[in-house]
């Protein structure tokens, strides 16, 4: 059999199967021997069957491959036949070795490539039992390595592999010849396209296009079934590469197109989504080189099962598949525009959501593409897409922008029908809105969140150079900066504005050229107006919690726009605005904090209202913001326009036109509401400072209103109106517009008028309230806003004025200080007390005393300790606690204030004595509170060069001593500050030079937990401070202390013993003189009920005293007792008289 073949092998490469120029190369070659010995050698010994036969195979490829010298023909006939054996065993030869035979027939064909290919499809074609997979493999190999050569073996190799098909049904065989198939198909389909003459006669080439038929049919009628996901994938693969050849021949394009539904099916199945639309792709390339129609069944079938793919949420595609699949739908796009376009409206129409969102990415892939064909055809795409505008689902608004996005990327002409501008702005306000519901899950909330972002990045990546982008943006941006639910994509808006302006394209078309029927449908509120478009950006500006970017866009648009706002604002702009995007963009390296920013911004308007220097577009401005104002929620947070109105009602010359603003707000504003009582007071202030007289004019008869018919018949409805709460409010927020007027006034205003208008107004309308808490506190701070505004110009007060003036002020200090627990209205009233006090000229002595003693009860005393726990749970304890402490600092001020009206030494003692109960008092906090004013009053003492404190020397020693330990850090680090100043005092007034030591070390053992570390660091202090106590002091250093052992408790006890024991060793010597007041006081002492812990410290002292003074003490010993003696002193007199009379 074999033999038989081998012969025809040469009758086939006689019938002009191989080319004329191959057949003479070939019959030229001359015969090498040497090669052909080693090969003789090689196949010998596979007839042998001596050594490895794999190892043999290789090393005869090897030789084959190094030389092109031809074999011997019976070398090449025994070779083939050895090789053949092996290629097509059924068993009993292993993988390894077929492959080393296939190799050495693909490195054979190198010369003799007619008698290889004829062996081959000599086995294509074999039956019995043999196997063909190795054969395949070969013929692929060959194929690949010799592709040129191969093509005259087309027809018979395509009619070889259709019997393959018949011996095949499933498995690794059906996969190889299926790769095979398509390898050839493809091959074909090259030469056929390639534009080369083609070698085949017509009736050759008939033969081929015959055989692929064949082939084609054999294929899809026995492998359409296959189970295997694999085998469906290479047959798919196969079937694909076949109909792409098929249909260059229109006979034949018919019946492939009866198949065609079959290539389809498996696409539905196949879970390689990838490999299915690679192999479709191929189709469909096919298809576009194809001059003919693809039927409609057909053209269904394809994108309908293209289509599932995609929108099949089961199947997670990867990016790479769902690219694939997506090249489908385009190129049949390119094929059959108006159909793919059709069909993918027809999906949106459609309720399921899948399908829809898939069908808008598809037609957004159409618009990234730029082909011409499909581009002509977006309008319509984009018309379909405009009815799903209302669509609420999600997923199908996000596939939307999308759609928009690759549509404005693509071709802006398509979007003349619709506003697709307008949609991104309308699908902002929504995401928004529903955000701001509240109702949503924290998942919906973030998608919500993204969508907004997804339109701000649309926006702001648009190209405004690509063509007929400016005409699409510009002037209709400018309609969606104005209204407040676009805010956040005023910052895309400003880099599209900025983009424009580059290219000079804002001057070139108004809102009036835009369609009336969109302005109508797409803009509801307030028509765009210049002073519009400035109060709006101003709000973002100026909002705290807009954030930096949406600040400096806000910026950026009033920058390019200013031509739009007011031409005469250009120049001041473009040096101003610069500025305030540094300090915006964190460029400074003073950053303003919110209050800062708030005044620069009020400047930068104040400038430029100036600068346009036009009346009735100021007026204009003023309108606007009053009308922004009042439909502002007051909640809303941008009452701090209150102050841009009140800086443009400054600039405003017409008095009848700021009284109707002033007049209008104070009357639409709710006092009861913080912020709108703040607004309306900045209102007032900041319009007063070009236009005092009118503001205050418009007060007087606001508030003669609230006043009206208190004491007079007046109907029930407005008795009712005047005693409401609200009315209350009003009257507080304008006792504090008073003082504020009274802060912003020049010297003439405030001094003609303040007396008679200002403070006769506050008078007035505190009598018209019910004075409770807010209005005592409106009050209050309104007494020292005027008392400090008059205080700045230096002229006399009216002292009946002042004297009236104190008297309501201590009433209130008074009432609180009778039992009313915590309340901010004696802090306040210091502070009233203070500014007060400065004015000229000063009230009498008595009456001073006599409120200082008041206010140092008010805010040293209280609150108890109890309260201060309280205070400092609650969640007002920081408010409350800074607002103490500004206080107290307010009460050192005011007694610096009365030292410098009152030189009498008098006032000084009083304040002493009120403060040194407090000093000794239980209540840790009262002793901190006292020792913080005594060291503000030191300090203005030592500043004034007062005599006084050096006259109580010794006994504020004596009462500042034992606070060296108190339990408090900040207690003791005070007393030290205030034993410091006592010594500098003393130094000054003596002019000698005080021996200090180094504070800072005494310090460091006052800070230590330890009460040991503390007591020691104490006796430091002491020693340092009784080498420069003045003998005359001795009497009242002793007599704090003994105040000291009498109310205090611990470890301050201890100090105080310990500082009467140092004075008494430093001085014993030179305090003869007062030695029997010194044991008056020693034996005091004696009587208190808490004798425990000072009582040593009082033997120690009687002992140093006697041994130092025998006789004195001796003698004063020897006197009688007295009936009010106590046991202790009894004693220690007996031991005395007993030990020193030997």
């Known amino acids: 059999m074999m033999e038989r073949l081998r012969a025809l092998r040469g009758l086939f490469a006689c019938v ?126 060959l194929f690949s390595t010799y592709a040129p050569q191969c093509i005259p073996f087309v027809w018979l190799t395509l009619a070889g592999l259709r019997s393959v098909v018949g011996q095949v049904r499933s498995g690794q065989m059906l996969r190889i010849a299926c790769a095979v198939v398509k390898q050839w198909s493809d091959g074909i389909k090259v030469h056929l396209s390639s534009g080369k003459q083609c070698p085949w006669p017509a009736v050759e080439k008939e033969r081929i296009y015959e055989n692929l038929h064949q082939l084609f049919f054999s294929v899809v009628r026995t492998w359409q079934d296959s189970k295997e996901e694999e085998d469906k994938q290479a047959v798919l693969g196969a079937v694909a590469s076949m109909m792409a050849v098929l249909l260059q021949e229109e006979l034949q394009r018919e019946h492939v197109w009866e198949q065609f539904l079959w290539l389809m099916h498996p696409c539905q199945e196949i879970q390689d989504t990838c490999r299915v639309a690679k192999s479709l792709t191929t189709f469909l390339e096919v298809l576009e080189g194809v001059q003919s129609v693809i039927p409609r069944d057909k053209f269904l079938a394809i994108t309908s099962a293209v289509f599932y793919q995609l929108s099949d949420d089961t199947k997670q595609h990867s990016e790479a598949d769902s690219a694939e699949l997506t090249h489908c739908i385009l190129l049949q796009a390119r094929i059959c525009p108006e159909e793919t376009i059709l069909f993918l409206q027809s999906q949106l129409e459609k309720e399921w959501e899948p399908g829809c969102v898939a069908a808008l990415g598809l037609l957004g892939a159409l618009a990234r593409s730029d082909e011409p064909v499909v581009t002509e055809k977006l309008p319509l795409a984009a018309e379909a897409v405009q009815r799903l505008c209302s669509d609420l689902r999600l997923r199908v608004r996000r596939a939307i922008l999308y759609f928009i996005k690759d549509l404005l990327s693509a071709d802006t002409r398509s979007c003349s029908a619709w506003d697709v501008v307008g949609h991104i702005f309308r699908e902002f306000s929504r995401a928004t809105g529903r955000r701001a519901a509240g109702d949503l899950s924290a ?133 101003e605005i610069p500025l305030l995007l540094q300090c915006v963009q964190g460029k400074e390296e003073s950053f303003p904090d919110s209050a800062a920013w708030e005044r620069r911004l009020l400047k930068f308007l104040r400038a430029s209202v100036e600068t346009v220097e036009d009346e009735a577009w100021t007026k204009g401005l003023s309108c606007e913001l009053s009308r922004y104002l009042s439909s502002s929620p007051s909640s809303s947070g941008e009452k701090s326009l209150y102050k841009a109105l009140g800086t443009v009602l400054g ?142 110009v230096g002229d006399c007060f009216n002292l009946s004025l002042k004297g009236k003036l104190l008297e309501i002020l201590m009433d209130m200090l008074k009432k609180y200080h009778s039992g009313i627990p915590v309340s901010p209205v004696p802090l306040k009233v210091v502070l009233a007390l203070e500014e007060l006090s400065k004015l000229k000229p000063s009230g009498g002595s008595k009456d001073m005393c006599e409120m200082l003693a008041l206010c140092c009860k008010s805010i040293v005393t209280h609150p108890s300790a109890e309260m201060m726990l309280k205070i400092r749970k609650s969640q007002q304890a920081a408010r409350y606690l800074q607002l103490l402490q500004t206080s107290l600092k307010a009460l050192g001020r005011l007694m610096a204030a009365l030292l410098e009206t009152e030189p009498t030494r008098d006032f000084f003692q009083n304040i002493i004595h009120v403060l040194r109960r407090s000093m000794t008092s239980g209540n840790v906090w009262e002793r901190r ?56 005092i003393q130094a000054k007034v003596t002019n000698r030079v005080i021996e200090m030591g180094d504070p800072g070390s005494l310090c460091e053992g006052l800070h230590a937990c330890s009460t040991v570390c503390q007591l020691r660091a104490s006796s430091k202090i002491a020693r340092m401070v009784c080498r420069n106590f003045p003998m005359e002091c001795t009497i009242d250093f002793l007599m704090a202390i003994k105040e000291t052992f009498r109310k205090a408790k611990g470890v301050r006890v201890r100090a105080a013993g310990q500082w009467m024991i140092t004075f008494l060793q430093m001085y014993r010597k030179d305090i003869c003189r007062d030695l029997p007041l010194i044991l008056y006081v020693l034996r005091s002492c004696t009587s208190c009920t808490q004798q425990s812990m000072f009582m040593p410290f009082v033997c120690q002292a009687v002992v140093i005293l006697t041994r130092c003074h025998t006789e004195v003490a001796i003698d004063n010993f020897s006197r009688l007792l007295g009936p009010t003696d106590s046991d202790t002193w009894r004693r220690i007199r007996e031991f005395c008289l007993q030990r020193w009379r030997q």
């Open 443 to 575: 998942q919906e909330a973030q998608e919500e969140g993204a969508l907004q972002q997804l339109c701000m990045d649309i926006l702001g990546s648009l190209d405004v150079s690509v063509r007929g982008m400016s005409k699409l943006l510009w002037p209709r941006l400018l309609l969606f900066v104005v209204p407040a639910q676009y805010t956040g994509m005023l910052i895309p808006v400003s880099r599209c504005v900025q983009a424009l302006a580059e290219r000079e394209e804002l001057t070139r078309r108004e809102i009036a050229e835009l369609d009336p029927h969109f302005l109508s449908s797409m803009f509801q509120g307030p028509w765009l107006t210049p002073q519009t478009l400035l109060v709006r950006l101003l709000v973002v500006a100026g909002s705290p919690v807009a954030g930096s970017e949406l600040q400096a866009a806000a910026l950026v648009l009033m920058q390019k726009l200013h031509s739009r706002i007011h031409r005469a604002v250009g120049a001041m702009w473009d040096a």
């Open 16 to 141: 002009g199967c191989v080319p004329r120029r191959t057949r003479r190369r070939e019959s030229g070659r001359v015969s090498s021997p040497v090669p052909a010995c080693a090969a003789t050698l090689l196949l010998q010994r596979l007839q042998d069957q001596e050594g490895v036969r794999a190892q043999v195979y290789r090393e005869l490829e090897s030789v084959l491959c190094e030389d092109d010298s031809r074999l011997p023909c019976g070398v090449v006939n025994r070779l083939l036949a050895e090789v053949s054996q092996d290629l097509t065993a059924a068993q009993d030869v292993t993988d390894n070795v077929r492959l080393a035979a296939s190799n050495v027939l693909v490195a054979l064909a190198r010369t003799h490539f007619s008698l290889v290919m004829a062996e081959l499809q000599g086995h294509l074609k074999a039956a019995g039992e043999m196997t063909k997979e190795f054969v395949l493999i070969t013929l692929s190999k």
């Open 651 to 792: 600039a405003c010359k017409g008095v009848l036109h700021i009284q109707e603003k002033l007049l209008q707000h104070l009357q639409e504003a709710n006092a009861e509401e913080p912020s709108e009582a703040q607004g309306m007071i900045s209102l007032l202030s900041h319009a007063a400072e070009s236009n005092f007289r009118a503001v205050l004019d418009t007060l007087t008869m606001f508030s003669s209103r609230l006043c009206k018919g208190r004491n007079s018949r007046i109907s029930r409805h407005k008795k009712m109106e005047l005693d409401s709460t609200r009315a209350h409010a009003t009257r507080s927020a304008l006792m504090l517009a008073h003082g504020s007027l009274a802060l912003c006034a020049s010297k003439e205003e405030l001094l003609a008028h303040l007396e008679g208008d200002i403070v006769g107004n506050i008078l007035l309308l505190y009598s018209c309230s019910c004075q409770d808490l807010q209005n005592k506190l409106a009050l209050v701070q309104s007494i020292t806003n005027f008392s400090s505004a008059f205080h700045a």
């Open 929 to 984: 509170r006292a020792l913080q004013v005594c060291s503000q009053l030191l300090a203005v003492c030592e500043e004034l060069r007062r005599e006084d404190a050096c006259e109580h020397f010794g006994s504020l020693v004596g009462f500042l001593a034992p606070l060296t330990c108190d339990p408090m850090p900040t207690s003791r680090q005070l007393a030290v500050t205030c034993l410091s100043s006592l010594l500098r």
